[in-house]
């Protein structure tokens, strides 16, 4: 088994977004709704405009692994002047290869990307799967992260 590594690209978008709800599902989503299509107008949208990036591990032509940033703009601060911050989403290996360190190198070629994109941080809300990948990464809690849903 030989894992390669390149960019999502629009023709790959049905199998991430397959992977997307399945890594929501295993994190325990429960709603009954139809995400495709929402998924795939984000995706499409910001792939084009340079806001989102995915890096995809694939197994020969079989994608295995995915990752996934989004680039976005809030007022700058001190330790981020630009403003500018990575989302990280979409972190999913299938679940017959993990704890091969596929999950650590998508982690390194979407964090890379972001650098590249002049942010001065990345965010994750991360799963319970995915608190040792990030903090042995170096990404460190933040105990103020507060979320209102409407």
């Known amino acids: 088994?030989?894992?390669?590594?390149?960019?999502?690209?629009?023709?790959?978008?049905?199998?991430?977004?397959?992977?997307?709800?399945?890594?929501?599902?295993?994190?325990?989503?429960?709603?009954?709704?139809?995400?495709?299509?929402?998924?795939a107008d984000y995706y499409k949208r910001h792939m084009a405009d340079g806001t989102f990036v995915s890096w995809l591990a694939l197994d020969g032509d079989r994608i295995i692994g995915t990752s996934g940033m989004s680039i976005v703009e809030k007022p700058p601060y001190f330790s981020c002047p630009s403003g500018k911050l990575g989302?990280?989403?979409?972190?999913?290996t299938d679940p017959d290869h993990r704890r091969q360190g596929i999950a650590k190198k998508l982690l390194s070629l979407v964090v890379e990307e972001a650098r590249k994109a002049g942010c001065g941080a990345v965010h994750i809300t991360a799963s319970d799967m995915g608190v040792l990948l990030y903090t042995d990464f170096g990404f460190k809690k933040n105990g103020n992260f507060m979320c209102y849903n409407f």
């Open 1 to 39: 088994m030989e894992i390669t590594y390149r960019k999502l690209e629009e023709k790959d978008l049905d199998t991430f977004i397959t992977m997307r709800i399945t890594q929501l599902r295993e994190e325990g989503a429960t709603e009954d709704i139809d995400l495709r299509p929402n998924l």
């Open 87 to 92: 989302l990280l989403s979409s972190m999913f």
